[in-house]
């Protein structure tokens, strides 16, 4: 059955890959699952075709056959679900596995978020300068948390899952900031992530449409 995504039809960050289309496109790519790309534009995701996808107006959305996916942590858990590579066989070592997409999602990520919105939204509001230092000290306790649990694992928990593709697309949106460079073991495990041939296509496939370049291969 076809599978299709939306994307943003021009990302505003102009193709690095931060959009969570991104996400999706990875988690296909890493169980071999082809799929088509919707893009829409800012304005027709708030158009009733859209929204009747998605009821906050956003993109990713998922679909195959009868069934209409929004949010990414739904959509990867789906995939990871439906096709095998992103989550292990055994019970336990799966749960856990599940345990760290929701980590990633509910625990790492909404201080990251708050960070980002802060530097993005408030910098010219007067508490602005008092504020920033006490958000970020929120993402580095939890970074401060992970990086101790990961220590020298190349991934999580065992072979890499679900949870690892999403903690790394999480703590990707930081590296403009610079703050993963001082953690040198999540700065090695997001590169790792990085170098996956499954997440190469996914970012290039990605760029190819902020870019309007043909993606290679
Ligand atoms: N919880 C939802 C999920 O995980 O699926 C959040 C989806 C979401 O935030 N979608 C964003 C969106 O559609 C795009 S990805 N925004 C339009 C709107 O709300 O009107 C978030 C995003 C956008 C842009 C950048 N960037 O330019 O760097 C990074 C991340």
Same mark, same amino acid.
């Given at each position: 059955?076809?599978?299709?995504?939306?994307?943003?039809?021009?990302s505003p960050d102009g193709g690095k890959g931060l959009a969570r289309d991104t996400r999706v496109r990875w988690a296909l790519e890493e169980v071999g699952q082809a799929y088509k790309v919707r893009l829409? @534009?800012?304005?027709?995701?708030?158009?009733?075709?859209?929204? @009747?996808?998605?009821?906050?107006?956003?993109?990713?959305?998922?679909?195959?056959?009868?069934?209409?996916?929004?949010?990414?942590?739904?959509?990867?858990?789906?995939?990871?679900?439906?096709?095998? #590579?992103?989550?292990?066989?055994?019970? +336990?070592?799966?749960?856990?596995?599940?345990?760290?997409?929701?980590?990633?999602?509910?625990?790492?990520?909404?201080?990251? *978020?708050?960070f980002g919105n802060a530097r993005l939204l408030e910098q010219d509001k007067p508490w602005y300068a008092e504020r920033l230092p006490l958000v970020a000290d929120r993402v580095r306790n939890r970074l401060?948390?992970?990086?101790?649990?990961?220590? %020298?694992?190349?991934? *999580? %928990?065992?072979?890499?899952?679900? #949870?690892? =593709?999403?903690?790394? @697309?999480?703590?990707?949106? =930081?590296? *403009? @900031?610079?703050?993963?460079?001082?953690?040198?073991?999540?700065?090695?495990?997001?590169?790792?992530?990085?170098?996956?041939?499954?997440?190469?296509?996914?970012?290039?496939?990605?760029?190819?449409? +902020?870019?309007?370049?043909?993606?290679?291969?």
């Amino acid at each position: 059955m076809t599978i299709t995504i939306t994307a943003f039809e021009r990302s505003p960050d102009g193709g690095k890959g931060l959009a969570r289309d991104t996400r999706v496109r990875w988690a296909l790519e890493e169980v071999g699952q082809a799929y088509k790309v919707r893009l829409v @534009s800012f304005r027709a995701m708030k158009e009733p075709a859209h929204l @009747s996808l998605h009821p906050f107006g956003q993109i990713p959305t998922y679909e195959e056959g009868d069934l209409a996916l929004f949010e990414t942590g739904a959509i990867v858990f789906h995939i990871a679900q439906r096709h095998a #590579g992103l989550l292990p066989d055994e019970a +336990n070592a799966r749960a856990r596995a599940i345990t760290w997409l929701f980590a990633a999602l509910n625990t790492v990520e909404p201080p990251i *978020l708050e960070f980002g919105n802060a530097r993005l939204l408030e910098q010219d509001k007067p508490w602005y300068a008092e504020r920033l230092p006490l958000v970020a000290d929120r993402v580095r306790n939890r970074l401060d948390q992970l990086a101790a649990r990961l220590g %020298d694992a190349e991934w *999580l %928990d065992g072979p890499f899952s679900a #949870g690892d =593709l999403m903690m790394v @697309s999480v703590l990707l949106s =930081l590296r *403009l @900031s610079g703050i993963l460079n001082g953690y040198p073991n999540l700065a090695a495990y997001v590169a790792r992530a990085e170098a996956r041939p499954a997440y190469q296509r996914a970012f290039a496939a990605q760029l190819a449409v +902020n870019t309007g370049t043909p993606a290679a291969g």
